[in-house]
C-alpha cells in the first residue's frame, strides 16, 4: 500500500508491540518451509492501538504457531502514544480481519467490578 518503514518514520510515528503471545502448537524440522498469515484483528477508535494475529502454517496448511502482538503507534517526537496520520490509519485499516474487533480505550475509565 505504498507505506514503507521510511514513509512512516517521516510520518512521524512508529509501531510499537507491548505484549507478544507466541503459541507452538505443531513441531517444525528446521528444513521446512514456514508461510506466515497476517491478520489485524482489533484496533481502538482512533487507531492508535492495535492487534494483530499470525498462524504460522506448514506445507500441509496445518498450524505450527501462533503469534497474537498488542501494540500502538508512538510519536517520535512526543515520545507518547497517538493516533497515526488518516492516511496511514486507512491503509491499515484495509488489512482487517473477519474476526476484527474495536479495542478498549487502556485510557478510558472502567466501570467498577460488581
Known amino acids: 500500500m505504498g ?4 514513509r ?4 512521524g510515528v512508529a509501531p510499537v508491540s507491548t505484549v507478544d ?7 517444525v524440522n528446521v528444513d521446512e518451509t514456514i508461510t ?9 477508535e482512533d487507531g492508535a492501538r492495535w492487534q494483530v494475529s499470525v498462524d504460522m502454517t506448514n506445507s500441509d ?3 505450527v504457531a501462533t503469534v497474537m502482538t498488542t501494540g500502538a503507534w508512538i ?7 497517538t493516533a497515526p496520520p488518516t492516511d496511514l490509519a486507512a491503509a491499515v485499516n484495509d488489512l482487517r480481519s473477519g474476526d476484527f ?3 478498549e480505550n487502556a485510557n ?3 466501570p467498577p467490578s460488581p
Open 108 to 110: 478510558r475509565p472502567r
Open 8 to 11: 512512516i518514520t517521516e510520518a
Open 101 to 103: 474487533v474495536v479495542l
Open 61 to 63: 496448511n496445518a498450524v
Open 21 to 27: 503471545e507466541l503459541r507452538y502448537l505443531r513441531e
Open 36 to 44: 506466515a498469515a497476517y491478520r489485524l484483528t482489533g484496533t481502538g
Open 3 to 6: 507505506w514503507t518503514l521510511r
Open 75 to 81: 510519536g517520535l517526537r512526543s515520545r507518547r502514544i
